[in-house]
């Protein structure tokens, strides 16, 4: 049973000044700050709802909603408000704003702790402050600077094939840009799970490493560590392996790639020893920068081998995964739980994949497009240089990308990790250019809030 919602606070807001930001459960979630007339973005079908907002939470008409944080600027000159969650490692209330009568009603369904930020910089000033507190109370050492990497996914997607690699890695050298990291993206693997099956597309992962590094630069690859598909070697060998849900059946965690997905239950010690056995086998053949993606996977409730909660076998399951690669290898995250991520990882996607057009499917600002990955990028930018090194999403700087300029000016505002993803011998003067500029400008760390 849900948590019944305790009210917290009432305050004055006025109406045609004031501002809500509502945090979003994952990276793909929308995240940024509305007007009080707005209407706050909200799944359009049942399979984002899961795949890409927080699972089993509905949110009332005409309500604001925050997963484990919530902040107001009521408009009125007086400070701004944020309410967060106690511990935002291990237990994440949602929190609910609704105004009636000229107040804010504020109301969570968990323990949260409430804030004031009375300085200049609004919204993200306060949210920047409160992660502040965060990373003192935890002790957090300061991100690493990020590497600048190349992708093959917004150009190739799960076509990929390993001449691909090859021929991109060659127009580096032929067009000079400064590239630290070639990263394999979807599309190397027979399965998800089955990490160390190859696709017929690829010869050798091992081989392939080498040559890139060979090249002077580092090997990175593309896993989505907690997703099991159906039909893979593992679910069929393994089926203890998986997560249950009340009724005991496999847990469906949505569809994706044309196929329901199933979650690895990382606290089975036989489906754990097989995690750490892939990200090890990775790291021995000389990738040391990982991409794990659809994480929120291994934060949804359901019947695990330990008992354990969702997010205590999230966390651990990360740590294993750091356990493997070691300390020095970088590790992105992507469609992961915003808050029970802090401490993890050297850098994160703080928005939902960006595309070569503007308009996520359906009006869905959890989907694909420019205009949403911008609107949650804009919106988390205070999370940048204090959790980890926020990711924009690549840059797509060919001609047949949409309003490209506007999205290159957007990677580039944000100072955060900067990816190339486009055959590179596509581009024209100005793409090429573009990317050239922005994979040599370094990311900033030190951030400063900006009003919102």
């Known amino acids: 049973m849900p948590s019944p919602f305790t009210h917290l606070a009432s305050v004055p807001v006025d109406p045609g000044t004031a501002r809500v930001h509502e945090e979003g459960w994952q990276s793909w979630s929308p995240s940024g700050a509305y007007a009080l007339d707005a ?109 600048t990497v190349w992708c093959s996914w917004y150009e190739y997607f799960t076509a990929v094939t390993e001449d691909d690699i090859h021929e991109n890695l060659g127009a580096m050298d032929t067009l000079g840009l400064p590239i630290d990291v070639v990263q394999i993206d979807d599309g190397y693997q027979s399965a998800l799970g089955d990490w160390l099956t190859l696709s017929g597309r690829f010869r050798s992962r091992a081989g392939l490493a080498d040559t890139i590094r060979e090249s002077g630069r580092r090997a990175g690859i593309w896993t989505a560590p907690f997703l099991v598909a159906p039909d893979s070697e593992l679910a069929t060998a393994h089926p203890d392996w998986l997560v249950r849900d009340a009724d005991g059946a496999p847990l469906h965690a949505g569809r994706n790639w044309g196929h329901d997905l199933y979650v690895l ?63 020095d290898a970088y590790l992105l995250g992507c469609g992961a739980p915003a808050l029970p991520s802090i401490g993890l990882f050297d850098a994160m996607r703080v928005s939902p994949d960006t595309a070569p057009y503007r308009d996520p499917e359906n009006g869905d600002f959890s989907q694909p497009g420019q205009e949403a990955a911008e609107f949650a990028g804009v919106g988390r930018q205070w999370q940048h240089g204090r959790f980890w090194v926020n990711d924009p999403d690549c840059l797509m700087a060919r001609p047949a990308v949409e309003t490209r300029e506007r999205w290159a000016a957007h990677v580039e505002a944000t100072g955060g990790l900067m990816a190339s993803s486009d055959r590179l011998l596509s581009l024209d003067d100005w793409g090429l250019d573009t990317t050239r500029r922005l994979l040599t400008t370094p990311s900033r760390l030190a951030v400063e809030g900006a009003s919102q």
């Not at 107040?103 to 992660?131: C, K, N, Y």
């Not at 086998?281 to 019947?303: I, N, Q």
Request: proline letters at 9%.
């Open 39 to 147: 209407a706050p973005y909200r799944p359009t079908n049942d399979n984002w709802a899961t795949v890409c907002y927080r699972p089993g939470v509905t949110v009332p008409a005409g309500t604001f909603h925050g997963e484990g944080l919530l902040a107001l600027d009521p408009g009125d000159g007086s400070p701004v408000r944020l309410w967060a969650a106690a511990d935002p490692l291990r237990a994440v209330p949602s929190i609910r704003l609704e105004v009636r009568d000229g107040r804010a009603e504020v109301s969570a369904d968990g323990p949260v702790t409430e804030h004031s930020h009375a300085g200049p910089g609004g919204i993200q000033a306060a949210l920047a402050a409160w992660a502040d507190g965060v990373v003192q109370a935890l002790g957090l050492s300061a991100p690493l600077p990020a590497p």
């Open 265 to 327: 239950d990382t606290t089975h010690p036989g489906a754990a020893a097989y995690l750490v056995d892939v990200f090890a086998t990775l790291r021995v053949e000389g990738y040391d920068y990982f991409k794990v993606d659809f994480l929120y996977a291994g934060a949804m409730d359901g019947v695990r081998h330990s008992g354990a909660d969702a997010l205590t076998a999230y966390r651990e399951g990360i740590t294993l995964i750091r356990q493997a690669i070691g300390p």
